[in-house]
DNA sequence: ACGATGCGCAACCGATGGTTGCGCATCCGC
DNA sequence: GCGGATGCGCAACCATCGGTTGCGCATCGT
C-alpha cells in the first residue's frame, strides 16, 4: 500500500505548493540561491531558506556554497522518485474507480491547455 | 491560470497522508463513517471528523445522515480532478526532467554535432 | 578598510493536525 | 418509556509548520 517513511516525506516535500514553484524555477533555471529564488516568490527568503533545507533533507535538491552564495540544484533522481509517488497514488486511487480514469485525463486535458506550467 | 484556489484546496485536500488514506478507505468499501474509518486508522475519530470536514468542504467527499450516523462518500468526479492535478504537476515536472536528460547528452555530443536545441 | 550583499539563527505569530473532555441525540434492550 | 450504549459535534488545549521580523556574521567589491 505505500506511505513508507521516505515517501511521505517526499510527499510532504512536495505537497507544499512553495515548494513545488521552488522545484519548478530551479529546474527552469538549473540553480538558484534563497535569495534568487525569493525574489521570484512572494515569501521572504528566510522562507525559501526553511524550503530548501527541507528539499534537501529529503535529498531532493542538494547546495554547492560558492563564496557567500549557496547554489541549489534540484537532484533530477530524486525528484523522480517523487514524481512516481504522485503516479503512484494516482494509479491505485485509479485502480479502483478505472471507469473515472477517463474523466481525469479529459480534465488534464483542459488543464494542460490552460497552463503548460506555473507562474503566479 | 495556474493554482486556481480550488486546485489549491485541492492539492492540500490530498496532501495529507491520512486524508489520503482515508480516500483509500472510502473508496475501497465504498462509505464509511468518522468512527468506521478511526477504526481503520492511527487517529482518533475527532481527528477523521475533522479530515472529513475538510475534504467535504472541497467536494471530494459528501455526508449523507442516516439516524445517528453519517455515512460518507467518495465524489468521483471531483477526485478525478485532483488525480488530474497529480498528474498535471508529475507531467510538468516528467517532462522538464526529460529536457534536461537530453540536453545532458546533446552536450556529451557537442563536441561532433553542435545541434543546440535548447528550447526553454 | 568599509559598506553592501548573502546567509544563518532566534523569536515570534497564525493556521493546522492531533488529542482529551464534555454534552447531546439516537438507537437498543428491558 | 427508561436507561445505557453508541455516534456525533463542540471546545479547549498542544505541537508542528509556514511565514515574518530582527540580528549577527562572513564574504565580496571598491
Keep these: 500500500m505505500s506511505a ?3 515517501d511521505d516525506d ?3 516535500a512536495i505537497g507544499d505548493p512553495t515548494r513545488r514553484t521552488m522545484i519548478d524555477l530551479l529546474l ?3 540553480n538558484g540561491t534563497a535569495t534568487s529564488l ?3 516568490l512572494p515569501v521572504t527568503r528566510q522562507a525559501v531558506s526553511k524550503h530548501l533545507a527541507v528539499l534537501d ?3 531532493l535538491v542538494h547546495a554547492s556554497p560558492a563564496g557567500r552564495e ?3 540544484q534540484v537532484d533530477e ?3 523522480a522518485r517523487a514524481v512516481a509517488q504522485l503516479a503512484a497514488v494516482g494509479d491505485a486511487w485509479d485502480a479502483r474507480l478505472r471507469r473515472i480514469k477517463r474523466l481525469a485525463e479529459q480534465i488534464q486535458q483542459t488543464q494542460n491547455t490552460q497552463n503548460t506550467n506555473e507562474g503566479e
Design 4 to 6: 513508507t517513511a521516505v
Design 10 to 12: 517526499l510527499w510532504s
Design 38 to 40: 525569493s525574489e521570484r
Design 70 to 72: 549557496r547554489h541549489f
Design 77 to 79: 533522481a530524486q525528484l
Design 28 to 30: 527552469r533555471e538549473g
Design 57 to 59: 533533507r529529503v535529498g
